[in-house]
């Protein structure tokens, strides 16, 4: 399992890093949509029922325009604060209409389609909505650098929990919802986040104080353990180990984005505040 883990982390790490930094906006949008696409059909697959296959494609469809749309205004609002088009508040509203619609029509038991629906349209915005907040950080000045920060200390804090965790965890975080947490990993999570954001800082992201950046690695981390559990409990309630198998030792995409979900929405309104 460790010589998985290490292994997709040497092939994907450097391939992703190379897409932020060098691949431009329109790469970035293509990873975001692959990302949030494939993070979706695992949440609908284990979600709803097999033969709601339709409803699940528009659940990914409504999720992805609802990325879309929240790419295109954050461009709109580049070429200053009064060219805001809505397009995020629109795209929610009209992602909530039609599922609706959808349920109404394709309802053969009330109780049933309210409580799919309701799966729905939590997977939307779960996933939708928490990883768009990667688009609004990428479209600033230094928005590759940004999220590379953002990454990096996920990744960093994420490995140092893992490895802490199995060489000293020995008390319990959340046993009934990740039996395999503890208290020990979470304290080495924060800690190697906050150490893997004073690096970021010294190595390329110079503008914030190194206090800001310590703050923002430990702020992040916390989103980070968050947002693990967060799905670890989805995981419990719907009878599963991992989200999916497309990255051998650390399972499917939603087991991989789970703590940016968690973590983009803060880092985002630190960076309004450290680079106003």
Not at 49 to 55: E, F, I, N, S, T
Not at 199 to 224: D, E, Q, R, W
Request: positive net charge; glycine residues 12%.
């Amino acid at each position: 399992m460790l010589l998985y883990r290490v292994i997709t982390a040497i092939v994907v790490i450097p391939l992703l890093t190379a897409a932020i930094i060098w691949g431009g906006d329109a790469v970035f949008l293509a990873l975001v949509l692959g990302f949030g696409g494939a993070g979706l059909y695992e949440f609908l697959r284990a979600a709803l029922p097999a033969d709601r296959g339709v409803q699940k494609a528009l659940g990914i469809m409504l999720g992805l325009f609802i990325l879309c749309c929240v790419f295109a205004e954050s461009r709109s609002l580049q070429a200053g604060p009064g060219n805001g088009s809505y397009l995020i508040l629109a795209g929610c509203t009209i992602s909530f209409v039609v599922l609706f619609v959808y349920s109404i029509l394709s309802s053969r038991e009330t109780a049933s389609a309210v409580s799919q629906m309701t799966l729905t349209v939590f997977g939307v915005f779960y996933v939708s909505l928490f990883f768009s907040y990667l688009l609004l950080i990428h479209a600033g000045a230094s928005g590759p650098a940004l999220v590379l920060f953002l990454l990096c200390v996920t990744w960093g804090g994420d490995a140092a929990a893992y490895f802490v965790g199995t060489w000293k965890g020995r008390h319990p975080l959340c046993p009934r919802i990740s039996p395999k947490k503890t208290i020990e990993g979470a304290a080495g999570g924060l800690l190697g986040g906050m150490v893997t954001a004073l690096l970021c800082h010294y190595l390329f992201l110079k503008s914030p104080t190194v206090l800001a950046c310590v703050a923002a690695g430990a702020g992040i981390n916390v989103m980070n353990q968050l947002g693990d559990t967060s799905e670890s409990l989805l995981k419990r309630a719907f009878g599963l180990k991992d989200s999916g198998t497309i990255f051998p030792g650390h399972g499917g995409v939603l087991d991989r984005i789970d703590s940016v979900l968690f973590a983009a929405p803060f880092f985002y309104y630190w960076v309004q505040i450290a680079f106003p």
